[in-house]
């Protein structure tokens, strides 16, 4: 069966520091996979999405990072954080030109202090 | 872009009573997600439900997918019912969802 691992679970940095979340997704191959960030506690908003090894697609223009250097291994990345950067960050996956429905992994919490 | 709204935004009831949660959507989809966020960010998914109607023990739901809205059923309701419920929708053909705001769901002992 697949899941999806996230790390770290949280995470307290201080304004200016860099960033590097993980995502690994185990027992499928050439998924589709996302970054969503969610803001008080509701609606959550697609930072990224990828296709492929080395494909990005950027939805919002920010102060982020993505990239994807193995096939099932995502990360987002900074590297200043700002303030406004903290949030709850989510991974997800879909099956590559199938179904489209996407599964989540347990999230990282960050504060930016 | 598509737009997904779920109401209500607040639903507080008793262990043991039923309810429904609505999301309308204002363009065909292909693909429709029902998502319980528990306590813990957890996103879990509850359905994945284009058109028609699933159940899976207490839940069920049902998309209408030409009147553009899906319904979630929650029957003889728990405290583990307690969370968040996202419905989300995908913007054509790339799979990307858009997510409703949520139905923060609050069951009382």
């Known amino acids: 069966s697949q899941t999806i691992h996230q790390w770290p679970a949280t995470l307290v940095q201080p304004v200016g520091s860099p960033l590097s979340l993980e995502c690994t997704v185990e027992g499928t191959s050439n998924p589709n996979l996302y970054w969503y960030r969610q803001a008080a506690g509701r609606g959550l908003q697609l930072l990224f999405y990828?296709?492929?090894?080395?494909?990005i697609s950027s939805e919002v223009p920010q102060n982020l990072s993505a990239s994807r250097p193995q096939d099932r291994q995502f990360i987002l990345s900074s590297k200043k954080l700002l303030l406004s950067d903290s949030g709850f960050y989510l991974c997800?996956?879909?099956?590559?030109?199938?179904?489209?429905?996407?599964?989540f992994g347990p999230g990282t919490r960050l504060t930016v202090t | 872009g598509i737009q997904v709204e779920q109401s209500p935004p607040d639903l507080i009831l008793q262990e043991g009573a039923n309810s429904t949660l609505r999301c309308n959507f204002s363009?065909?989809?292909?693909?429709l997600q029902w998502f319980h966020q528990n306590p813990w960010g957890q996103l879990i998914n509850l359905f994945y439900?284009?058109?028609g109607t699933k159940q899976n023990g207490r839940l069920s739901a049902t998309t209408v997918a030409t009147e553009r809205y899906s319904l979630l059923y929650i029957s003889s309701s728990q405290t583990t019912d307690s969370g968040v419920y996202f419905c989300?929708?995908?913007?054509?053909?790339?799979?990307?969802?858009?997510f409703g705001t949520g139905t923060r769901l609050t069951i009382i002992p």
């Open positions: 363009d065909s989809v292909n693909n």
């Open positions: 990828s296709v492929g090894i080395g494909q």
């Open positions: 997800a996956w879909s099956v590559d030109a199938g179904a489209g429905e996407q599964y």
């Open positions: 989300a929708a995908p913007v054509s053909l790339n799979e990307k969802l858009t």
């Open positions: 439900i284009p058109s």
